[in-house]
């Protein structure tokens, strides 16, 4: 089995900059595809940005040219940089990954805020 531990949320004023981090752990053998994902109150939880084992990257129109999303496949961990935060930004940020440890689940993380305010 495998967890995903994220990391670095928080509140931000709009114009402002915020990393999220999400590292995976346990008896991995491999991770393909690695994600983002946010969720507001009443809200169905939406894709953000997505990242193949290979490095390529797929985004929501709402954040293209704002937001990039990375991975450290060394240490299992894949980021967020959002730069340029709107208000509209506010949510919960999940990350999840595609991990074999030892058979292939899609795992999620707990979840973390973010609140862009002034």
């Known amino acids: 089995q495998a967890q995903l531990v994220e990391s670095g949320g928080g509140l931000v004023q709009p114009g402002g900059s915020l990393r999220l981090s999400c590292a995976a752990s346990g008896s991995i053998v491999r991770i393909y595809g690695m994600g983002w994902y946010r969720q507001t109150p009443g809200k169905q939880r939406e894709l953000v940005a997505y990242?193949?084992?290979?490095?390529?990257?797929n985004y929501a129109d709402s954040v293209k040219g704002r937001f990039t999303i990375s991975r450290d496949n060394a240490k299992n961990t894949v980021y967020l940089q959002m730069n340029s935060l709107k208000p509209e930004d506010t949510a919960v940020y999940y990350c999840?990954?595609?991990?074999?440890?030892?058979?292939?689940?899609?795992?999620w993380g707990q979840g973390t805020q973010v609140t862009v305010s002034s």
């Open positions: 990242i193949t084992s290979g490095g390529s990257t």
């Open positions: 999840n990954a595609e991990v074999v440890a030892p058979k292939l689940v899609v795992y």
